[in-house]
């Protein structure tokens, strides 16, 4: 059974009984982590891009496990410069992995190094397809991301300033016609306090999609 956590921020454990992939594990550092990072033991981590907030402790836990560090090119050969197992990918690319396939679309939003790109990734777990938007803001070509892959979560940016805010993430969601929605990024720092009660009673009023607020820790079935 496939089951998403939330550990804080924009840090998303996907695992089932195969194994685990991590998602921006900004965990040291971070107010809002509900584990640190040597509690996590993940086959794949997808880095979104090289802010802190999402890099994070990628370079520490994927030295202690060994895991496969995904991420867009420039990223990824940094990273394999530190000595990670990497696999470099970019825009519009997929990748078959054991437990499915990642693929990588587009983000609005600056990569954290030089000559990089931000992403965001279609994550398909045995079947459950999982879209982990990254920062960005809203953008009309989610349209296809959704048509491409009939979703069953999207992990979506709504506490603004640095990505979109709530109201462009309704908007968001609107265009990728999830089944289920569920917030990330807003709350961990002042600049990004936002009311998710507020996001989800939108999306479940005006679009009738299902949204989850976790709070860092919770998990969910997919
Ligand atoms: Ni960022
Ligand atoms: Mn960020």
Known sequence: MAKLRFLGHS?????????????????????KAAVGPDDV?????????????????????????????????EIA?????????????????????????????????GSGIAG????????NLRGKRIYHAGDTCLFGDMKLIGERDPLDVALLPIGGNFTMDAE??????????????????YGTFPPIETDPE?????VEQV???SCRVLAPGQEMEI
């Open 77 to 109: 050969v940094d990273l394999q410069g530190k000595g990670l197992n990497t696999h470099p990918m970019h825009l519009g690319g997929t990748k078959n992995l054991e437990f499915g396939s990642v693929r990588v679309t587009p983000a609005f939003h």
């Open 207 to 209: 679009l009738g999609i």
């Open 168 to 185: 462009d993430a309704v908007r968001a969601t609107g265009l990728l016609g999830a089944r289920c929605v569920v917030p990330m990024h």
């Open 116 to 123: 990089g790109h931000a992403c965001g990734f279609v994550v």
């Open 11 to 31: 840090c998303f454990l996907l695992s089932d009984e195969g194994g685990s992939v991590l998602i921006d594990p900004f965990l040291d550092g971070n107010p």
């Open 41 to 73: 033991n993940p086959q794949v981590i997808l880095v979104t891009h090289a802010h802190g907030d999402h890099l994070g402790d990628t370079v520490r836990i994927a030295k202690r496990t060994g895991a496969l560090c995904i991420s867009t090119n």
């Open 198 to 202: 507020s996001f989800r009673r939108q």
